[in-house]
């Protein structure tokens, strides 16, 4: 893995005002873990541009002047408003303690459920968590697309390196070929139209026929009553 070089400077004062005092100066505090002891120290931070400001993975050679310390980024804090850092956490690396840290995944190849299907390639994820040796980490995952038709997915438990472990489930989902959602929607129009117009013809003519078995239905009882037989017993 590539590394990127920061001078640093060890920080005799710990305190607010001079924590303020160095970010007034273009400076970001940092601490440095993982060894004998724990190192607080300060560096430019036009120097953070080429490792935060960027996809790609680095380890980090801090520069004290009269020694250099392999480590790596473990956290980093931004001003809310401004996004100017506030803060860095460092990790030291030794050759034989393994370290986590987070590779960026990259794709290559195209795959035939795109190009052949109209499927759309979806990214689940973009960086992948592992454990390695500090020389074992590589600079990126590669993930072969190449054989994903409509439909498939790309697991974690695909990715085959014996130099790191990956520290995310077997059945985690790098990426996967989607249906369109134009594909799926404009049949469904399509259809909805048609069975729309035949529901409506359906029910159109039920309605009418039942309009009309209710209209003499309910004209039979008057009927009836207008026919009955007058009480001759009463005009007697």
Do not use: W
């Not at 997915?153 to 695909?158: I, M, N, P, W």
Request: charge should be negative; glycine fraction near 8%.
């Amino acid at each position: 893995m590539k590394s990127i070089e920061i001078k640093s400077n060890n920080r005799e004062n710990t305190g607010k005002t001079s924590t303020n005092s160095l970010r007034k100066e273009g400076n970001v505090p940092c601490v440095l873990y993982g060894g004998n002891e724990v190192v607080h120290f300060s560096a430019k931070e036009i120097g953070f541009k080429d490792l935060v400001y960027t996809a790609a993975a680095h380890t980090v050679v801090l520069d004290f002047g009269d020694k250099k310390v392999n480590a790596i980024l473990q956290d980093i804090q931004f001003h809310p408003v401004t996004d100017k850092i506030l803060h860095a956490d460092f990790y030291e690396l030794f050759d034989d303690k393994p370290v986590t840290m987070e590779i960026p995944v990259i794709l290559s190849g195209s795959a035939p459920g795109v190009i052949n299907s109209g499927g759309v390639l979806s990214r689940n994820k973009r960086k992948i968590k592992i454990k390695a040796l500090p020389g074992n980490l590589p600079d990126s995952i590669d993930v072969d697309i190449s054989s994903l038709e409509l439909g498939d997915k790309y697991y974690t438990s695909q990715v085959d390196d014996e130099d790191f472990e990956i520290l995310h489930p077997d059945n985690t989902v790098i990426c996967q070929v989607r249906t369109s959602r134009a594909s799926m929607v404009l049949p469904e129009d399509e259809e909805g139209v048609e069975g729309e117009e035949g529901v409506e013809g359906e029910e159109g003519t039920e309605a009418a026929e039942g309009a009309e078995s209710k209209g003499s239905d309910a004209e039979a009882p008057k009927g009836s009553d207008a026919e009955a037989p007058k009480d001759e017993s009463k005009e007697s």
